[in-house]
């Protein structure tokens, strides 16, 4: 039986010459890629994907910064003037006497008398005791900073070193305020004698010809 089953094996694996016609010449490939050449193209392909991604995506600070920009376009397309930013404007104001640089001097909206001495530099030995440092500047004051043994210099237009008082200047004093001329001071003394006075700065918007912005000029100018 072994011996039959040998037999029968021999001859199935005997050659019968149709082995040949299974041989056929297959074209050679044109591309041949490497498996170092497919990780490359692999790596490369990544990178791009993940450049295209990033820049595609929104950025939040470009799309914040931008908005202003189409609104003053839009207002000025339409002949409007856009609103004005308070914070970035400026002011001329005047500072003589024994300071190193006198004359006009720009200076921000906010300033103080302070800074207004800072900028036009005080001579040694002047005496700034009198200057009321904290005052608000407005824009056309003049500072005037005493020389060395001079007097203090009396109160005059646009003065900020001895402020005004509301309850008991005089029409002439009041007059020396930036925007107020004749008419509105005696608008103010008329206020004070019918109200008994002021109680606060901010009560002069009550007086016919002062509204908010000229308050404003004042702060830092009256007391009470």
């Known amino acids: 039986m072994r011996q039959r089953i040998i037999d029968r094996l021999a001859e199935l694996s005997r050659p019968t010459g149709e082995e040949d016609l299974l041989d056929v010449a297959f074209p050679r490939p044109r591309l041949q890629v490497t498996l170092r050449q497919g990780v490359l193209a692999l790596a490369a392909t ?4 993940l450049g295209w991604l990033m820049f595609r995506a929104p950025d939040p ?7 202003p920009v189409i609104a003053v ?9 856009p609103l004005r930013d308070p914070v970035a404007e ?11 640089r006198p004359g006009l001097h720009e ?13 036009a530099g005080v001579l ?6 009198n200057i009321n440092l904290a005052a ?4 056309g004051m003049q500072l005037t900073v005493p020389l060395p043994g001079e007097s203090p210099p009396a109160a005059g237009p646009g003065a900020a070193d001895t402020p005004v008082s509301l309850n008991s200047a005089t029409a002439e004093q009041l007059g020396s305020l930036p925007g107020i001329g004749a008419a509105t001071s005696a608008a103010i003394i008329t206020h004070r004698a019918e109200h008994g006075g ?16 000229k308050l404003a000029r004042l702060e830092g100018l009256v007391t009470l």
């Open 46 to 49: 990544g990178v791009l994907l």
């Open 61 to 67: 600070a470009r799309q914040v910064t931008s908005a």
């Open 73 to 81: 376009a839009a207002s000025t397309s339409t002949g409007e003037t």
């Open 90 to 100: 400026t002011m001329v104001v005047s500072v003589v006497g024994a300071v190193e």
């Open 107 to 119: 200076l921000p909206a906010d300033s103080r008398a302070a800074d207004a001495l800072t900028v």
């Open 124 to 129: 040694p030995g002047a005496d700034t005791r």
């Open 136 to 139: 608000r500047l407005v824009d």
């Open 198 to 213: 002021f109680s606060a700065v901010g009560d002069l918007v009550a007086v016919p010809g002062i509204g908010p912005a």
